[in-house]
């Protein structure tokens, strides 16, 4: 009986601590009104994996706070939040038993991305047997500046067919003054081509301010200022110089950056000047049809008035795709590289013309995380 009696007592504690490692209250002491996770109480939030981010970055993705009740519907998409960030290779939300009865701790564990990265793209397009154009683009950027999330890229891209080349810096600040919600960008471009009997020079400057509504979307301001320098083989030369003001609505639920499996993004928005004016609506969608292949769709339309050249253009097209991940695993690295190879058709029409153009495209993407230092991200599209 006694050897029974210890048995018993040593099951139960077992139990008992079983359910303490786990983040569980034991059973036999909950009630109704803690039973229930929406019940518990946050106590605080802590954040595990960020040797980079600042934890108040991640804690801006959480609109939950201490204090606060669980909601398991909030705790899902803070977590989608953080994945469409950029910085993570892989977000987990889960829950840890607090110091008293009815709290718990929110968990944010992440697998943080390289912070710097090199981007390099080529496209081609052929009509016939004969090359159309064809293009390379080369992006340097660090993603996490200063480990807030930050962004600062420059890049360059050149046609190699004529003799047409830009350049761009972007800056991206995610959370002004450490605000959870407000964002800002600056812009700035450099552009050069002469094609033919023509040759144009432009340089433009871009802010945007916005807000976080919502779960997932947005809304933001715009101010564009850009010249235009036309020089023509006649030695005529046409100067103009455009202030415009826009505002811009849209959202982000895709999954992933680079390799989505699914949700969406869409954006919304109008540019007006003086003399002119630019409408536009861009779309992406993402799903899986099997654990193999993926659908994605971009759309687009657009609008243009000008009412010093006294004309107007408009434009739509869709372009799905179907599309196939792989992932490859070299020693030594913490992360698996990953591939994407895609098919697509693009459909475009003009809104002053009746014929639909249609493109096929194919293309390949190739992600390498270099030891956690550095990512390269090489990618071709064309005909």
């Keep these: 009986m006694k050897h029974l009696i210890l048995s018993i007592f040593a099951i139960l504690l077992l139990q008992v601590s079983l359910a303490t490692a786990f983040g569980a209250e034991p059973t036999t002491e909950d009630t109704p009104e803690t039973a229930s996770p929406e019940n518990w109480t946050i106590e605080k939030i802590e954040c595990v994996g960020n040797?980079?981010?600042?934890?108040?970055?991640?804690?801006?993705?959480?609109?939950?706070?201490?204090?606060?009740?669980?909601?398991?519907?909030?705790?899902e998409?803070?977590?989608?939040?953080?994945?469409?960030?950029?910085?993570?290779?892989?977000?987990?939300?889960?829950l840890q038993k607090g110091t008293s009865r009815g709290q718990v701790i929110l968990m944010a564990q992440v697998v943080e991305r390289s912070r710097h990265y090199i981007n390099f793209t080529g496209y081609s397009y052929l009509t016939g047997h004969s090359l159309e154009t064809s293009s390379a683009t080369i992006a340097v950027g660090d993603r996490n500046l200063f480990g807030?999330?930050?962004?600062?890229?420059?890049?360059?891209?050149?046609?190699?067919?004529?003799?047409?080349?830009?350049?761009?810096?972007?800056?991206?600040?995610?959370?002004i003054f450490g605000s959870p919600r407000y964002f800002a960008s600056v812009n700035v471009s450099y552009y050069k081509?002469?094609?033919?009997?023509?040759?144009?020079?432009?340089?433009?400057?871009?802010?945007?301010?916005?807000?976080?509504?919502?779960?997932?979307?947005?809304?933001?301001?715009?101010?564009?200022?850009?010249?235009?320098?036309?020089?023509?083989?006649?030695?005529?030369?046409?100067?103009?110089?455009?202030?415009?003001?826009?505002?811009?609505?849209?959202?982000?639920?895709?999954?992933?950056?680079?390799?989505?499996?699914?949700?969406?993004?869409f954006a919304l928005g109008a540019e007006v000047a003086k003399d002119n004016s630019y409408y536009y609506l861009n779309s992406s969608y993402a799903?899986?049809?099997n654990q193999d292949y993926n659908l994605l769709v971009d759309a687009f339309a657009s609008y243009i008035q000008s009412d010093i050249a006294e004309?107007?253009?408009?434009?739509?097209?869709?372009?799905?795709?179907?599309?196939?991940?792989?992932?490859?695993?070299?020693?030594?690295?913490?992360?698996?590289?990953?591939?994407?190879?895609?098919?697509?058709?693009?459909?475009?029409?003009?809104?002053?013309?009746?014929?639909?153009?249609?493109?096929?495209?194919?293309?390949?993407?190739?992600?390498?995380?270099?030891?956690?230092?550095?990512?390269?991200?090489?990618?071709?599209?064309?005909?």
């Design 77 to 94: 998409n803070a977590q989608l939040r953080l994945k469409t960030l950029g910085l993570f290779y892989d977000v987990q939300l889960y």
């Design 193 to 265: 081509s002469a094609y033919r009997e023509t040759a144009v020079e432009s340089t433009g400057l871009s802010l945007s301010i916005g807000r976080r509504i919502f779960d997932f979307s947005y809304i933001k301001l715009l101010a564009r200022e850009a010249n235009f320098n036309s020089r023509y083989s006649d030695q005529t030369e046409i100067h103009s110089h455009n202030l415009m003001g826009g505002i811009e609505y849209g959202w982000n639920t895709q999954d992933d950056v680079y390799f989505p499996t699914s949700g969406s993004t």
């Design 287 to 289: 799903q899986g049809l």
């Design 148 to 175: 807030l999330g930050k962004r600062l890229e420059v890049s360059a891209q050149k046609y190699l067919d004529q003799s047409t080349q830009s350049f761009n810096a972007v800056y991206e600040d995610p959370n």
């Design 311 to 383: 004309f107007s253009y408009g434009n739509i097209g869709v372009t799905p795709a179907i599309a196939k991940y792989f992932s490859f695993h070299r020693q030594g690295e913490r992360v698996a590289d990953r591939m994407k190879i895609f098919a697509a058709v693009s459909a475009s029409k003009s809104l002053d013309l009746n014929t639909i153009h249609l493109d096929p495209k194919a293309g390949v993407s190739y992600l390498i995380d270099s030891f956690g230092k550095i990512d390269f991200t090489l990618s071709f599209a064309g005909l």
């Design 51 to 75: 040797e980079i981010t600042s934890c108040s970055i991640i804690e801006n993705e959480i609109y939950l706070r201490a204090g606060d009740k669980v909601n398991e519907e909030q705790i």
